[in-house]
C-alpha cells in the first residue's frame, strides 16, 4: 500500500535568507499515530503548513495519497491549527451544522456525542467559551470526519489535565484506522503512550524517523527521554561574585553622594545674591522645594504649591 504522505527533496526557504526546512526527505504509512516533535523553531509548522498547501515550496515535492497539495488533498485532510479560526459569534451546533453541510465525511452525530461527554452545552456561542473548552470543540470538530489524514497541532496543550486523557481517548477512538494521524505537540510525555512512530526535526532537517517500539528496544529508552538527550539545552549556573557586586553598590553610593554635592553648590552660588531673609521656590525634577536662604539649607519636605506668595 502507498504511503499516504512522501517528501522528496523538500525545502522551504523565506525572504530572510533563512531555510525553515532544508531538503526534508520522509514517507507516512497508512493507520499509524506519527509524533512530530522538534523545539520551537525547528521547522513543524512549516511542514504542517506546506501539507495543507498554505505555503509553497522553494524546493522539492510533498505527495498526499500520490497527489500535490491542492482542492483533491484538502478533501482528504482533516486539520486542527494551532490557533482557532472558527467564527467566535456561532453557536457550537450552528458550527456542527456548517460543517456537516461543507464536508461529506463529517459525522455530526459523532460530534453530538462527545460534547455530551464533555459536558459542552451545544447552545453556547465560542466567544463565551474558556479557551481550553474551545480547544476541545475544535478537536471535536476536526475528529468527526473520516477523514484520510488528520493533522494535530498542540491538541492538548491548552486543556487541563483531567480532560487530557478523554481527548487522547476521543483521539484513538475517533478515526478510521486505515487513516494516519500527524500530532504535533511539546507535551511527549501525555502523549507518548498512543504513538507508533515518531519523527525529530531540528533547524528544518531530518533528525529521528522511527517506531516508538524500535526506541524503546534498541536504545532502551522512553521517546521523552530520547527527546531530551537530542535537544538537550545546558542550563547555565549564574554566579554571583558578592564582592564585585559590593563594589558596585559602593560606587553607586559615592555617585549619588557626588551629585548630592554637586546640586548644594550650585543651589548655593545661584541664590547667594539674593538676601537672606526671603524664602524662593524652585522645582527640581518637577518636586516642589522650598529654599530658605536665611539659612542656607534645602528644605527636603515637600510643600504645598498653593502655600507659595
Known amino acids: 500500500m502507498n504511503p499516504i504522505l512522501e517528501c522528496s527533496g523538500l525545502s522551504k526557504q523565506y525572504t530572510s535568507g533563512c531555510y525553515a526546512l532544508n531538503n526534508l526527505n520522509l514517507s507516512l504509512e497508512r493507520g499509524q499515530i506519527i509524533g512530530l516533535l522538534g523545539p520551537n523553531g525547528s521547522g513543524k509548522t512549516t511542514f504542517i503548513k506546506l501539507i495543507n498547501d498554505l505555503l509553497t515550496p522553494t524546493s522539492g515535492q510533498i505527495l498526499i495519497d500520490g497527489k500535490l497539495p491542492g482542492v483533491d488533498t484538502k478533501a482528504m485532510i482533516s486539520y486542527l491549527p494551532e490557533r482557532t479560526h472558527l467564527d467566535q459569534t456561532m453557536k457550537i451546533k450552528d458550527l456542527i451544522k456548517y460543517f456537516a453541510d461543507f464536508y461529506e465525511d463529517f459525522r455530526a452525530e459523532r460530534a453530538f456525542t462527545m460534547l455530551k461527554d464533555l459536558n459542552i452545552d451545544q447552545n453556547a456561542r465560542l466567544k463565551n467559551l474558556s479557551k481550553g473548552t474551545k480547544e476541545k470543540v475544535q478537536l471535536i470538530l476536526v475528529m468527526s470526519r473520516d477523514a484520510k489524514l488528520y493533522i494535530l497541532d498542540e491538541p492538548i496543550g491548552g486543556v487541563d489535565p483531567a480532560a487530557r486523557d478523554y481527548i487522547l481517548h476521543t483521539i484513538l477512538n475517533n478515526y478510521n484506522e486505515e487513516a494516519t494521524i500527524l500530532l504535533s505537540t511539546h507535551l511527549i510525555h501525555d502523549i507518548e503512550s498512543i504513538l507508533d512512530q515518531v519523527i525529530f526535526i531540528r533547524q528544518g532537517q531530518l533528525v529521528l524517523n522511527a517506531s516508538v517500539d524500535e526506541i524503546r528496544m534498541e536504545q532502551g529508552k522512553s521517546v521523552d527521554?530520547?527527546?531530551?538527550?537530542?535537544?538537550?539545552?545546558?542550563?547555565?549556573?549564574?554566579?554571583?561574585?558578592?564582592?564585585?557586586?559590593?563594589?558596585?553598590?559602593?560606587?553607586?553610593?559615592?555617585?549619588?553622594?557626588?551629585?548630592?554635592?554637586?546640586?548644594?553648590?550650585?543651589?548655593?552660588?545661584?541664590?547667594?545674591?539674593?538676601?537672606?531673609?526671603?524664602?524662593?521656590?524652585?522645582?527640581?525634577?518637577?518636586?516642589?522645594?522650598?529654599?530658605?536662604?536665611?539659612?542656607?539649607?534645602?528644605?527636603?519636605k515637600p510643600v504645598d504649591r498653593n502655600s507659595f506668595l
Open 225 to 300: 527521554s530520547l527527546f531530551r538527550e537530542v535537544f538537550n539545552v545546558k542550563k547555565t549556573l549564574i554566579k554571583y561574585d558578592f564582592k564585585a557586586l559590593n563594589r558596585y553598590l559602593l560606587l553607586i553610593h559615592a555617585f549619588l553622594l557626588a551629585a548630592a554635592a554637586a546640586v548644594r553648590i550650585f543651589l548655593d552660588r545661584t541664590f547667594a545674591h539674593w538676601r537672606l531673609t526671603e524664602r524662593y521656590r524652585v522645582n527640581i525634577w518637577n518636586y516642589p522645594v522650598r529654599i530658605d536662604c536665611r539659612r542656607n539649607l534645602l528644605c527636603h
